[in-house]
């Protein structure tokens, strides 16, 4: 069975900090790409970053620069470093795992707040 659990998110003031975490279980995650997407109230889910197998990765226009998506295939887990954080980012943030060819997986979200 397999499981993508989303911790680290919270309520941060703007100009903060947040790092998410994904563990995964039950997919060979080397291989996997892994990616983080987030959807806030009445928009569609978009793409924050995404991190291949190879460990190449891919940020939306929005978040190069302040965002760092990282992984550590001993531990089969994947990381956002979110720095700058702004009002702009609040939204549910999903981790995501994709092979082609294979089903494409999901977390259950995690809520990231940005507010003074």
């Known amino acids: 069975q397999v499981q993508l659990v989303e911790s680290g998110g919270g309520l941060v003031q703007p100009g903060g900090s947040l790092r998410l975490s994904c563990a995964a279980s039950?997919?060979?995650?080397?291989?996997?790409?892994m990616g983080w997407y987030r959807q806030a109230p009445g928009k569609q889910r978009e793409l924050v970053a995404l991190?291949?197998?190879?460990?190449?990765?891919n940020y939306a226009d929005s978040t190069k620069g302040r965002f760092t998506i990282s992984r550590d295939n001993a531990k089969n887990t994947v990381y956002l470093q979110m720095n700058s954080l702004k009002p702009e980012d609040t939204a549910v943030y999903y981790c995501?795992?994709?092979?082609?060819?294979?089903?494409?997986?999901w977390g259950q979200g995690t809520q990231v707040t940005v507010s003074s």
């Open positions: 039950g997919i060979f995650f080397s291989i996997y790409t």
């Open positions: 991190i291949t197998g190879g460990g190449a990765t």
């Open positions: 995501n795992a994709d092979l082609t060819y294979n089903p494409t997986h």
